[in-house]
């Protein structure tokens, strides 16, 4: 049974600071792993999507990496704004459609 | 951008109450989804749809959960006898392709916060 895990579960930064988010499963045979935001109380939503055959992914100050064989995925936020502050997730299909990964809390202090 | 929306974004009821939960899916999207995510815990799927039936679904997804697409754009999520444990925020959510499909995304709607008395 497929597992996601995140690290760590919470993060707290100054402004301006770049940072990584980790993102580990168990089972490598995945078809694609994709990021999401989550606003407190909010939906979700998509930020990168990464096939399994692609290394990374970017989209503005985000960059997404996958290394499949060793069951991980990176997201990197540069420059830190106030306005990145939410839980993010990583999420995995294979099988299953989409088996998510508990979060990690991101506070960007101003 | 198209977007899932998902009515009530609040749902109060009393234990063993029926409720359904109300989502219109992007418009020219096939597959549609309910995951679920109990407070402090892990986003988890429920259910998928396509061409009018249950693909997949999970083992929470017991025989007190159902799904219908009455009409060309909505698609429900019904629960019939609520227990305090279906407390939770429930998405919505579909895409063109299959998950498993090359490349595809998952769009998810904001949410119905269940809770139940």
């Known amino acids: 049974k497929q597992e996601v895990t995140q690290i760590p579960a919470a993060l707290s930064v100054p402004e301006g600071e770049n940072l990584v988010l980790n993102c580990s499963f168990t089972d490598s045979a995945i078809y694609n792993l994709q990021w999401f935001r989550q606003d407190p109380g909010k939906g979700l939503t998509s930020l990168l999507l990464i096939q399994s055959s692609q290394r990374e992914q970017t989209s503005g100050r985000l960059n997404a990496s996958l290394d499949k064989s060793s069951g991980r995925s990176t997201l990197y936020i540069a420059a830190s704004q106030p306005g990145d502050s939410a839980t993010y997730l990583c999420?995995?299909?294979?099988?299953?459609?989409?088996?998510f990964g508990k979060g990690t809390r991101l506070s960007v202090i101003a | 951008e198209p977007e899932v929306t998902q009515t009530p974004s609040h749902q109060v009821t009393q234990m063993g109450q029926e409720v359904i939960l109300r989502c219109v899916p992007i418009s020219n999207h096939l597959y549609f989804y309910w995951y679920r995510q109990i407070l402090g815990q892990k986003v988890e799927f429920l259910v998928s749809f396509y061409n009018n039936e249950i693909s997949e679904k999970s083992e929470i997804f017991d025989d007190q959960f159902s799904v219908e697409r009455p009409d060309g754009s909505n698609f429900t999520l019904k629960i019939r006898s609520t227990k305090l444990e279906d407390s939770a925020m429930y998405f919505c959510?579909?895409?063109?392709?299959?998950?498993?499909?090359?490349?595809?995304?998952?769009?998810f709607g904001s949410g119905t916060q269940l809770s139940v008395l």
């Open positions: 999420a995995v299909i294979r099988n299953t459609p989409l088996v």
């Open positions: 959510a579909s895409s063109l392709q299959g998950a498993t499909a090359t490349n595809e995304k998952l769009f």
